[in-house]
């Protein structure tokens, strides 16, 4: 079964507006990554925090994981149009070796 | 630029008509994967190398093999392509001594007649 349950499935926000997105997951980890994948293509990797780390923050984008409830966060900030794609949250178990798990992934659509 | 190359981009095969797809990474990484997602999705990993090292997934299909003839090439093959096998393959690396950040190729979509 899959590690990451993404929430929610799909968002839809105006350009400008901020999107959060949430990632839960079951085992212990030693990293989260966020992902991002244009329709179509490769996955892009966002920003990566480790399982000692709260808070990250990359350009617009700030991650948080809370260890002891299994939970991160993504939240783009003043979204624009060219941040629609999916999003998708990877989990990098204890004794993983280089080895993720994929989310179910948020499918993000921001209008301009 | 450094990058991870996959070919062909789309692939079209007939019912039971093996297929191989390529990928080769020019940021001499130690680890290749191959991950199957079908539409909407998450990627599923198949199979993962470390170097020369194979390590394959308990659910992979014995239908799907894999080689790794180098560190820059990384090959997945298709014995007998079903219906059931239509989807995006993405191959993808990264390198032990950074980030465990993945670097991920624009995928080979396969196409099953």
């Known amino acids: 079964s899959q590690q990451g349950e993404e929430d929610p499935q799909a968002l839809s926000i105006q350009e400008g507006e901020n999107a959060t997105m949430n990632c839960s997951y079951k085992t212990s980890i030693n990293n989260l990554q966020w992902y991002r994948q244009n329709s179509g293509r490769g996955l892009v990797h966002l920003i990566l925090?480790?399982?000692?780390?709260r808070e990250k923050h990359s350009g617009r984008l700030r991650v948080t994981l809370d260890t002891s409830k299994k939970s991160s966060s993504l939240l783009i900030t003043a979204s624009r149009a060219a941040d629609t794609a999916s999003y998708f949250c990877a989990t990098e178990n204890s004794g993983g070796y280089q080895k993720v798990t994929f989310g179910t992934g948020t499918k993000l659509q921001v209008i301009p | 630029d450094a990058m991870v190359i996959q070919n062909p981009r789309y692939q079209v095969t007939q019912f039971g008509k093996p297929v191989t797809l390529s990928c080769s990474q020019t940021?001499?990484?130690?680890?290749m994967y191959w991950y199957q997602q079908k539409s909407s999705q998450a990627p599923k990993l198949l199979f993962h190398y470390y170097d020369k090292d194979f390590n394959n997934e308990a659910d992979t299909p014995d239908n799907f093999q894999s080689r790794r003839p180098n560190t820059s090439f990384c090959f997945l093959d298709i014995r007998s392509p079903g219906l059931g096998d239509a989807a995006m393959y993405l191959c993808?690396?990264?390198?032990?001594?950074?980030?465990?950040?993945?670097?991920f190729g624009p995928g080979t979509r396969l196409t099953v007649l």
């Open positions: 940021l001499n990484h130690n680890v």
């Open positions: 993808a690396t990264s390198s032990l001594a950074g980030d465990q950040e993945q670097f």
């Open positions: 925090i480790r399982s000692n780390e």
